[in-house]
């Protein structure tokens, strides 16, 4: 029976003026609050509502005892838990962005830490038209390389490279992230949106990422790899909320997935169902892990003798929705545009260190791996 594990991870993002939030549709972003479910609270603050550590210790009206700020009902409140009322000329310009030691040894594919998903980056757009100059929602993608990045082509086939933001980094409440933007959105000339024939796509970023403990990039399995019934997971995004046009909350869902034998796999799946080659995983859906903005974001499973480094099986799709119980989700196949991938990459000198597990490891490596079990 194959099982579906939801764990709930809650990313909050600051910027330095909030006064309410609500929930909105989860195609527009900029992120990282954690409104609570309670009312807003009514009291006046005489400086600027931020998140408690976007304001600098000390200038917090009144100053906050200790390091961290634990809510207490005879100081000054802010609309939402966790904002505290600074000083205006304390508060800190936006979102902190990564200042952290880069990891110069740091293989694909690895997690340093639990619930941590280093290669997972967020596709944004922007919108001519918008004067709140936010950034929107568009899909997820994954890092295989420090300026590269691997998504379905259905997300940005219509998109200007020039509206497109991508951000790494984002994963936990004083998260350090980054935005770099895109200089080349590369696509297979026969991509079909409908049927998600060759949906894939690499973004080419304007500039490297610096890799850290949270910004890593993921192996990208050999040709030929078969990940039939591997215990493996995805990440996605359930719920949003935006702040006076600019900060969102973000609840970020993971489930482990087992991959569906691929001769099994066109049997499950519904009357349209995407042309071949493609991956099926999931197909028990519970409501604590609906992973509605998951479409973009990878399928990684362990590699075998290395159980906290992991390659990059599939890009979800076509996620299974909360109303699809055990229906599948499904995944574009990586390992059969592993060559298409590799000439896009060689052409642009991109290190094959960045995205082959095996260069590090030879003893692992193998011309192609199959993950069958049973």
């Known amino acids: 029976m194959l099982q579906q594990l939801g764990t709930f ?9 909030f006064t309410s939030c609500t929930e909105v549709p989860t195609d527009r972003v900029d992120p990282e609050t954690e409104p609570t479910e309670q009312q807003p609270r009514n009291r006046t603050c005489n400086g600027i509502c931020v998140i408690y550590f976007q304001c600098h210790e000390n200038k917090i009206v009144p100053p906050m005892l200790g390091k961290r700020f634990v809510p207490d009902d005879s100081e000054p409140e802010c609309p939402y838990r966790k904002y505290v009322c600074c000083e205006k000329r304390s508060a800190l310009e936006g979102p902190r962005t990564t200042t952290g030691k880069p990891t110069s040894d740091a293989k694909c594919g690895f997690r ?20 709140t100059n936010q950034l929107f929602y568009q899909c997820g993608a994954s890092l295989i390389a420090p300026n590269v990045a691997l998504t379905v082509a259905h997300c940005v086939l219509d998109q200007p490279k020039e509206r497109l933001v991508i951000r790494a980094g984002e994963w936990r409440l004083e998260t350090e992230h980054q935005n770099r933007r895109v200089a080349q959105l590369i696509t297979r000339k026969a991509s079909n949106v409908h049927s998600l024939a060759n949906d894939v796509a690499l973004i080419v970023l304007s500039e490297p990422f610096q890799l850290t403990e949270t910004i890593q990039p993921i192996c990208l399995p050999p040709k030929g790899t078969s990940f039939d019934r591997s215990d493996c997971f995805t990440v996605g995004w359930d719920r949003i909320i935006v702040c006076d046009g600019y900060a969102m909350l973000v609840k970020r869902t993971w489930g482990e997935q087992a991959v569906v034998p691929h001769d099994v796999c066109p ?108």
């Open 267 to 374: 049997h499950v799946l519904p009357p349209m169902r995407p042309v071949q080659p493609f991956l099926c995983a999931g197909g028990v859906i519970t409501q604590d892990m609906c992973p509605r903005n998951s479409t973009g974001f990878p399928l990684v499973c362990p590699i075998p003798g290395s159980p906290h480094h992991y390659y990059q099986a599939g890009i979800v799709a076509m996620p299974n929705g909360c109303d699809d119980n055990g229906a599948p989700g499904i995944f574009v196949q990586v390992a059969h545009y592993r060559d298409w991938i590799n000439q896009q990459l060689v052409q642009r000198k991109i290190p094959a260190r960045d995205y082959i597990y095996e260069i590090a490891n030879t003893k692992l490596s193998k011309p192609s791996q199959s993950f069958m079990s049973g």
């Open 112 to 131: 340093s830490r639990k619930r941590t998903f280093p290669w997972m980056v967020i596709v944004y757009r922007e919108e001519l038209d918008d004067p």
């Open 9 to 17: 991870l809650i990313l909050l993002v600051a910027a330095a003026h």
